[in-house]
């Protein structure tokens, strides 16, 4: 569903990311991990039209989507949630999610994220800047979803959460995936992200360092030195 081949980004001269290789298939939850600053917030802005690309391409769905407008990569089907829960403080649950859902807003949609997210059902009137910390994460995510995406791009989801809520916010990631979606996820926290990831890829000063199997890079011994806790 979503091919990256040699791609190059950054802020200025100097590249963030550098000949960045990565596949997703269609259903999958693939994973990105690496420490902070290793670039995979860039990576995803990069896919999803918000940072130009200075080389390389991003093909969804066997259509290239290489620096087109980040409206257009939406409405192909490929949804980026990003880092730090940007929800629209002064509006309600309610308009966040209709805001979100424009014209493709329909009950199916709605009833999608209530059943993940029962809270935000019982919230619907309530301003989104009273929520708490998880339950805008949540609304986040739950936006992501309005847009009826094929692709959910998920940035750090466990950014700031207690780690009750890190476990539940990415067990909602493989319940995405087990609806039918694809799911496309950045994580610092590694264990976590290996535990509910079909494969994953490992982002080092931004070039990719390693992939394959969530399992088998979970029991590799470098990774567990570098990412898990020994």
Do not use: W
Not at 169 to 191: C, F, H, M, S, Y
Request: glycine content about 12%; aromatic content about 4%; overall charge neutral.
């Amino acid at each position: 569903m979503l091919t990256v081949r040699g791609l190059v980004a950054g802020y200025g001269r100097v590249p963030a990311i550098s000949d960045i290789d990565l596949d997703v298939g269609a259903g999958e939850l693939v994973a990105i991990i690496g420490s902070n600053g290793a670039g995979k917030s860039t990576l995803l802005r990069t896919i999803s039209g918000l940072i130009s690309a200075t080389a390389g391409s991003v093909r969804f769905d066997d259509v290239e989507i290489t620096n087109r407008r980040p409206d257009r990569i939406v409405a192909a089907g490929l949804v980026h949630c990003p880092e730090g829960r940007h929800v629209f403080q002064g509006l309600s649950v309610r308009d966040n999610l209709r805001v979100a859902g424009g014209a493709t807003r329909s009950q199916q949609h709605e009833d999608e994220v209530f059943t993940l997210f029962p809270v935000l059902g019982e919230r619907l009137s309530q301003l989104a800047g009273s929520l708490s910390g998880g339950e805008q994460q949540m609304l986040a995510i739950g936006r992501t979803l309005m847009a009826s995406p094929k692709l959910v791009m998920l940035d750090e989801p466990s950014l700031g959460l207690a780690p009750l809520l890190v476990e539940q916010v990415l067990k909602v990631a493989a319940r995405i995936r087990d609806t039918g979606r694809t799911v496309l996820l950045v994580e610092q926290n590694a264990e976590l992200a290996l535990d509910v990831a079909d494969r994953a890829y490992v982002l080092e000063r931004g070039r990719i360092t390693n992939s394959g199997a969530a399992n088998e890079l979970a029991g590799s011994r470098a990774i567990r030195e570098a990412y898990l806790g020994g």
